[in-house]
């Protein structure tokens, strides 16, 4: 069940589970959510927005899962320096007038991307610095798939995290009521123990 990752037996399959398990729950942050709110700075101290949190999650997962895919050859894209870095700027911004439908449309299209390019990679193939990037240090020696699927997984939780905050300045809905609705899945069995230990005060989340 997407909640928790499913065990699996071997590590690819663990990789994969995990990773698709935190892109689905990524999803459900948003759900529910407007095209507005979805390009609305919830937080008037952080230009982060919700569409643009969920579509870098979705980025995340398909351009390093990628790296690992072309492994141990570099990922070429044709784009000069400028170029990466205006279409860094670009991938990610939620249009004036495009629709929360749209935007899960193309997260949905990253998430399957993403996964995909895991099954396939070489993960203990080289995979070479993005030097091109300013977050390396100079120096920094090679890593290989299973670092970017460890990466990747990181990442996708780290903005996670972000985008729960946003997500209850918005509307004041949390993780346990969202990923059930969105989900299908019952926790009521959450709501019953707590109701069974009277002596220990439920969180509001």
């Known amino acids: 069940m997407p909640l928790f990752p499913a065990t699996r037996t071997t590590e690819r399959e663990t990789l994969l589970e ?6 689905i729950n990524a999803r459900s942050i948003v759900h529910g959510l407007t095209g507005d709110q979805l390009r609305a700075r919830p937080v008037p101290s952080s230009e982060l927005t919700l569409g643009l949190l969920i579509l ?20 070429e894209t044709g784009r000069t320096l400028p170029e990466a870095f205006a279409w860094a700027e670009e991938v990610n911004r939620v249009g004036p007038d495009a629709s929360a439908e749209e935007v899960l449309a193309e997260f949905d299209r990253r998430h399957a991307a993403g996964l995909a ?22 120096g920094m020696a090679p890593f ?3 670092w970017v699927a460890q990466h990747v997984l990181t990442e996708i939780n780290r903005h996670s995290g972000h985008a729960d905050i946003l997500r209850e300045a918005v509307d004041g809905r949390t993780m346990y009521d969202l990923i059930a609705e969105d989900q299908g899945i019952d926790m009521s069995y959450i709501g019953a123990w707590f109701a069974a230990h009277p002596e220990v005060p439920a969180p509001a989340w």
């Open 117 to 138: 390019h895991l099954r396939s990679a070489d993960l203990d193939a080289v995979v070479p610095v993005p030097t091109e990037m300013p977050w390396f240090p100079p």
């Open 56 to 75: 870098h999650i979705g980025e995340v997962a398909e351009g390093w899962l990628g790296r690992a895919a072309a492994a141990p050859d570099p990922v």
């Open 144 to 146: 290989n798939g299973w």
């Open 18 to 23: 995990w990773i698709d398990d935190a892109l």
